[in-house]
Nanobody
Framework: QVQLVESRGGLVQPGGSLRLSCAAS????????MAWYRQAPGKERELVAD???????NYGDSVKGRVTISRDDAKNAVYLEMNNLRPEDTAVYYC?????????????WGQGTQVTVSS
């Protein structure tokens, strides 16, 4: 079993910055894609960004140019640096990883962390 522990989000003023982290622990051989999703009240969960095992990145249209995803494979961790935050970025942010086992891949979700952008 794998556990994902996310850093605490928080309240940020519009235009501010926030860095989220997520660390995986447990029985891990390797991790393929690591990602951040978010879900705002009344909306579907959406992809914020993902990063593959060879460090290719992909960003959601609404955050391009304001967000950077990175990973540290030695720590089984993924990070999300968010800048120029807007009220519409308010959501619960979830970490998601694909863990590779000997003959299959399993997907895990973090517990979610609240990010609120408001003055």
């Amino acid at each position: 079993q794998v556990q994902l522990v996310e850093s605490r989000g928080g309240l940020v003023q519009p235009g501010g910055s926030l860095r989220l982290s997520c660390a995986a622990s447990g029985h891990i051989f390797s991790i393929k894609t690591m990602a951040w999703y978010r879900q705002a009240p009344g909306k579907e969960r959406e992809l914020v960004a993902d990063i593959t095992s060879d460090y290719r990145t992909n960003y959601g249209d609404s955050v391009k140019g304001r967000v950077t995803i990175s990973r540290d494979d030695a720590k089984n961790a993924v990070y999300l640096e968010m800048n120029n935050l807007r009220p519409e970025d308010t959501a619960v942010y979830y970490c998601n990883v694909d863990v590779v086992y000997s003959d299959y891949v399993d997907n895990y979700w973090g517990q979610g962390t609240q990010v609120t952008v408001s003055s």
